[in-house]
Nanobody, 125 residues
Framework: QVLLVESGGGLVQAGGSLRLSCFAS????????MGWFRQAPGKEREFVAAIMWSAGRTNYADSVKGRFTISRDNAKNTLYLQMNSLKPEDTAVYYCALDKLARVISTTPSVYDYWGQGTQVTVSS
């Protein structure tokens, strides 16, 4: 059974940084895509960033390009999201997700097969 567990959320001032982690277990991820999505109150879940686990190819939402960096540690089965220059509009619950046996990086939430429970990120102005 695949299990995704996020951590690292919290409260930070605008301009600050946070690093989210997602520990993954239950399968070999070499053929998968893993990503980060976020959902603010009253809004739809939106794509943030994703990475092809084996190839390391990445994709970012325009709103976070240049500020966020996605990475993974194969040995630790852990996905990361380094978030710098945070803005109040980055406030949301952040979710880790897995698209198994993916050949391309999708930005559509419904494509992803497994989800973590989410971690709250709050950026104060």
């Amino acid at each position: 059974q695949v299990l995704l567990v996020e951590s690292g959320g919290g409260l930070v001032q605008a301009g600050g940084s946070l690093r989210l982690s997602c520990f993954a277990s239950g399968r070999t991820f070499s053929s998968d895509v893993m990503g980060w999505f976020r959902q603010a109150p009253g809004k739809e879940r939106e794509f943030v960033a994703a990475i092809m686990w084996s190839a390391g190819r990445t994709n970012y939402a325009d709103s976070v390009k240049g500020r966020f960096t996605i990475s993974r540690d194969n040995a630790k089965n852990t996905l990361y999201l380094q978030m710098n220059s945070l803005k109040p509009e980055d406030t949301a619950v952040y979710y880790c997700a897995l698209d198994k046996l993916a050949r391309v990086i999708s930005t559509t939430p419904s494509v992803y097969d497994y989800w973590g429970q989410g971690t709250q990120v709050t950026v104060s102005s």
